[in-house]
């Protein structure tokens, strides 16, 4: 095939590729390279008549014996390609980042057409494999593991040749994307309030490629700066800039001119904990000035920058150029970072230092807004969740203004009563909250499963039902429990505090 192909898919002076030239032999030289493009893949190329023979391999490499995976047939490489290792930049072919995973030689045990067989002798890989062409067809074959590896792997989400993580590929050539040349490739937008991408819950870890960062006890934030005017919005476009004026003039200071930005708002306990429930006063800039504790701005997307959208770039890109834009050392302005170890003893470490929980991403996801399509997963290691106020239960004893909130969650167009909520109130909060039902009351109960069955000791009987006020089901509360009963309900509730950012008929059972 030569290098014709690959030449006239390429501009040189755009892209780091090399443009490389025919001839040479190295002792079967052979490179797999892993490339975050449009779509995740591996390329596997053998050295032959001079040039790089490659094989895209969308699935990954095979790894246990008899396993097989689709390997299309592309343009064959130059053999300096063997060492690129990098970024291509945007409105290249091919765009995305580029590691080399293993490399080394390999033996050519059998060679007829259509069929080669190959002992490879890699940085990390000991073994044989097969390519098989497909009947009727040129480009399509199969790779398949034909024997079981001489050595385990070692290094699987790391270059062969500089230890780098694919995130890390991108960071070490951050300043790469900075250039008004791979900017002015990007489509252009106005900077604006986009619909946060959301996190699929998960109760157990995927397999596959992910890359994760800690969960998160506080507000989601997107933060649109144009010029010296910054807007901090809630997920539910609910402006929040009043709020947290540092936090405004520290995004102010920031070296672009304009940005749209995606992380969370946090307050800090005195172990440097985000906390929920110690956010609750001051969202509203309603707490007290002197008691007021630290707040970060978390970091964890760059979804336009000096007016173009990044939108469309993997993952990893967007985040090489935020985690480049921000100050380091920032007390208020925070890189969320991720981590590239196991991600069940990163789940072990999350448990014992008492955190949330983890989200995990797709290293190659495109920002979706709005969506929650699995790209982005979130697992929680403490029960807490949002619920819908449906109601309240009169005060007992020394109480003033209600005893329990009665709170549910959507399924479909119904409202299920999940608990009553008694604890968790300061006396203020008791106050504020019965002030604002006065102006929502309802005759009739919300809750489509209420009165409980006779019996159920976390139910409400039609004779409580009597004695309750009920509200309309707008407002939402976030609410801590030890576990859900066998019959449906919250086992010790915590109330926590107001969710203003979310919508009622958004929460469900999780």
């Not at 898919?9 to 090399?18: A, N």
């Amino acid at each position: 095939m030569g290098l014709k192909a690959y030449k006239a898919k390429r501009d040189f002076e755009r892209s780091p590729e090399p443009a490389g030239k025919t001839g040479g032999d190295s002792g079967r030289l052979f490179v797999i390279q892993k490339h975050a493009a449009s779509r995740w893949h591996y390329d596997f190329r053998l050295e032959m008549d001079g040039v790089l023979k490659s094989w895209a391999v969308p699935k990954g490499i095979p790894l246990q014996k008899a396993d097989r995976r689709l390997a299309v047939e592309v343009e064959d490489h130059p053999l300096d390609y063997a060492n690129f290792e990098g970024i291509i930049p945007p409105g290249n072919y091919g765009a995305g980042t580029v590691m080399v995973w293993d490399t080394g030689t390999y033996e050519l045990l059998e060679h007829k057409p259509g069929h080669l067989r190959i002992a490879l002798h890699g940085r990390k890989l000991e073994g044989q494999w097969t390519l098989v062409q497909m009947k009727n067809t040129e480009k399509d074959w199969l790779l398949i593991k034909s024997a079981a590896d001489a050595k385990p792997i070692r290094g699987v989400d790391e270059s062969a040749l500089t230890s780098r993580s694919m995130e890390q590929i991108a960071a070490d050539r951050g300043d790469f994307w900075h250039s008004h040349h791979e900017l002015n490739d990007l489509p252009r937008a106005v900077p604006r309030f986009v619909e946060p991408m959301k996190a699929k819950p998960v109760t157990a870890l995927p397999k596959g490629k992910w890359v994760y960062e800690i969960k998160f006890d506080g507000i989601r934030v997107l933060a649109v700066k144009r010029g010296d005017a910054v807007q901090l919005y809630s997920r539910n476009e609910r402006s929040l800039t009043g709020s947290f004026p540092e936090i405004v003039a520290a995004l102010g200071r920031l070296p672009c001119a304009e940005a749209v930005f995606d992380g969370e708002i946090v307050a800090l306990d005195e172990n440097g904990r985000s906390s929920f429930q110690l956010m609750q006063p001051f969202i509203h800039g309603r707490g007290p000035r002197t008691d007021r504790p630290p707040m970060a701005y978390y970091f964890f997307d760059l979804l336009n920058l000096e007016g173009r959208d990044l939108a469309g770039l993997p993952l990893v890109n967007r985040r090489a150029v935020l985690e480049k834009l921000l100050p380091a050392g920032d007390a208020l302005l925070r890189y969320s970072a991720s981590f590239q170890k196991s991600p069940a003893a990163l789940l072990k470490e999350i448990k014992r230092l008492g955190l949330e929980g983890l989200v995990g991403k797709r290293p190659d996801s495109r920002y979706e807004p709005g969506k929650r399509s699995g790209q982005w997963i979130k697992i929680k290691c403490t029960n807490e969740q949002e619920f819908v106020i449906g109601g309240y239960t009169p005060p007992q004893g020394t109480r003033q203004h209600f005893g329990s909130l009665v709170v549910g969650y959507y399924e479909g167009d119904r409202l299920l009563y999940a608990s009553k909520v008694g604890s968790g109130f300061a006396d203020a909060t008791l106050a504020s909250l019965y002030r604002q039902f006065q102006t929502s009351r309802v005759p009739a109960c919300p809750f489509a499963n209420l009165p409980s069955r006779r019996g159920d000791p976390h139910g409400i009987s039609a004779a409580e039902m009597k004695r309750c006020g009920w509200v309309t089901p707008e407002q939402v509360c976030q609410v801590r429990f030890t576990e859900w009963t066998d019959d449906g309900h919250l086992r010790h509730p915590v109330f926590l505090g107001l969710r203003a950012d979310k919508a009622a008929r958004e929460v469900g059972r999780e």
